[in-house]
């Protein structure tokens, strides 16, 4: 007889005792629907109900993949509870193996699972088709389960891997900005153009594919100038940027140029047509790592280039001369130099550092950025990055503001701005402040957004700018009337259903329209 023979109600069966207090643990990541957290609930709920359980306490990590414990707070508050005392039941009912973890190493479920059975809790696996007794058939049966688990996570691996691979020679984007002088173009299963993909404009189908096309004949002048300029006239990054911005010419996503985003251009290879992947990897939910060239998939000639692949090539050239005419102690002298005035790096840091190979060239070196902030003395304990993208967005604040504010007069409002606060009242009817909200990556690849209310300014509406995965661009904007907001922060991911994206926006012009001053003979 089968477990869902085994699961199937019958008068005949016989009644088991029903004092015993059961929690439930389910998790889905997004493998398929029959996993669902609902039919998981509805499965554990029979198996229960025949064997005289109660459920008093649910566990739940809802898109969350299983190859490891990190960010699946369901599990860890199960395991809290039980290590702690506080847990009030006697077993634990999952709906089979793989949903407690496809956890590449065997040993780590096991342990998991010990430290309930140690404080004297079972974990039931409701549809396996062995009971979790502790026989030796059970070990054994549990033991392949386990590592079956595991294995498809890493086929899967594979199979992703493979089928993303093949995409990139067939002259496909993977994500990311198109960059300054290319656009994204969308085209179809059969390869029929659909048009171009904006600033923050995703695929909503999921045969379509995107690839890169020249941009504006003005942008592609820059990038063409960039290079010659960089290689015939022999001048430096810094100052191509100067050059620029003196210019008024802003970058692709709206701001000021630097040495490390005119560098940035010089190395890449899509602006002579080759479709690069797998730099770095983050495989099966592994530290990210910096990859070898060597493994790099690299496409040539998939994309219509915008630069002379002589031209290009020369400046690869002089970019890489440069480092090679320092000894690796002089390379790590000079990056000594830029670790002592910012008290941290990174490869942003480098990039922008005057005088100093780039983080490419660290990298190429010595293997990777770890290994020469070892060799500096610089032991990052944390990701730093996110100093960085901090100071980018306190400046970008001001500005953003005053286009608020710019935008408000325009459509015929007033606004008065505090001078230290920045909060704004509009037509001395209702205030509004403006946030910056950071994008923040989890370990499972899912984009993040935390907003924080200022409930001391106390202001009516709350103006919530999130930025891209880069956070370098607005990617939207959240309007959030302070009456439906009691929470002092609130955590948003890509989609959060009606009850707050309800109040998205691409742009701010519903702020606007609500600042319009509307006749009253208008109205009547």
Not at 51 to 62: A, F, L, M, P, Q
Not at 73 to 99: H, N, P, T
Request: net charge neutral; aromatic share 8%; proline share 4%.
């Amino acid at each position: 007889m089968s477990w869902r023979d085994d699961l199937d109600e019958s008068p005949d069966a016989p009644k088991a005792k029903r004092d015993i207090r059961g929690a439930q643990y389910v998790r889905m990541s997004t493998e398929h629907q029959r996993y669902s957290t609902d039919n998981q609930s509805d499965a554990i709920a029979r198996y229960a109900k025949q064997r005289g359980i109660k459920i008093v306490h649910t566990y739940s990590d809802e898109g969350k993949s299983g190859l490891r414990i990190q960010g699946r707070d369901g599990l860890k508050q199960l395991i809290d509870d039980i290590q702690s005392g506080r847990a009030d039941f006697e077993v634990v009912l999952v709906y089979d193996i793989s949903r407690w973890g496809r956890f590449q190493d065997a040993d780590e479920s096991a342990y998991y699972e010990y430290i309930c059975k140690r404080a004297g809790i079972s974990v039931t696996y409701c549809a396996e088709q062995f009971e979790n007794d502790g026989s030796p058939v059970s070990t054994i049966v549990k033991g392949v389960k386990r590592a079956m688990a595991g294995e498809y996570s890493r086929e899967l691996s594979q199979k992703v891997f493979t089928g993303q691979s093949r995409l990139i020679e067939l002259g496909y984007r993977q994500g990311g900005p198109p960059g300054f002088g290319l656009r994204r173009m969308l085209i179809d299963e059969h390869g029929v153009t659909k048009g171009i993909l904006e600033r923050g404009e995703h695929k909503s189908i999921q045969t379509d594919r995107v690839t890169l096309v020249p941009g504006p004949a003005h942008e592609i002048a820059v990038v063409q100038e960039i290079f010659r300029i960089f290689v015939e006239d022999r001048k430096p990054e810094t100052e191509i940027a100067e050059k620029l911005n003196a210019r008024g010419i802003l970058t692709d996503l709206g701001r000021a140029w630097t040495r490390g985003t005119v560098h940035q251009i010089l190395i890449n290879e899509k602006y002579i047509g080759n479709n690069v992947w797998n730099r770095s990897s983050f495989k099966l939910k592994k530290r990210r790592v910096q990859n070898d060239p060597d493994i790099w998939i690299r496409a040539k000639g998939v994309f219509e280039g915008i630069v002379d692949p002589d031209l290009f090539a020369a400046a690869f050239a002089i970019i890489c001369a440069r480092s090679n005419t320092l000894t690796d102690d002089e390379m790590l002298e000079a990056l000594k130099e830029v670790f002592e005035a910012h008290g941290f790096l990174s490869g942003i840091v480098i990039d922008e550092a005057e005088a100093v190979p780039s983080s490419s060239a660290y990298r190429s070196r010595f293997g990777s950025l770890l290994r020469v902030y070892r060799l500096v003395g610089f032991k990052p304990d944390r990701d730093y990055r996110y100093i960085e993208i901090n100071r980018r967005l306190r400046e970008l604040h001001p500005d953003v503001v005053s286009e608020t504010v710019a935008g408000i007069k325009a459509s015929g409002g007033s606004v008065e701005r505090h001078p230290r606060t920045d909060l704004l009242t509009i037509n001395q009817e209702f205030t509004a402040s403006l946030v910056i909200v950071r994008c923040s990556e989890t370990d499972a690849g899912s984009l993040r957004w935390n907003i924080r209310f200022d409930m001391a300014l106390k202001p009516d509406i709350t103006i919530a700018v999130r930025m891209d995965r880069s956070n370098r661009r607005p990617l939207d904007y959240y309007l959030l009337p302070s009456l439906d907001m009691t929470l002092p922060r609130i955590r948003l991911a890509e989609h959060n259903g009606l009850s707050l994206d309800a109040y998205r926006f691409d742009a701010l012009d519903p702020l606007f329209g609500m600042a319009v001053h509307v006749p009253v003979a208008e109205v009547a």
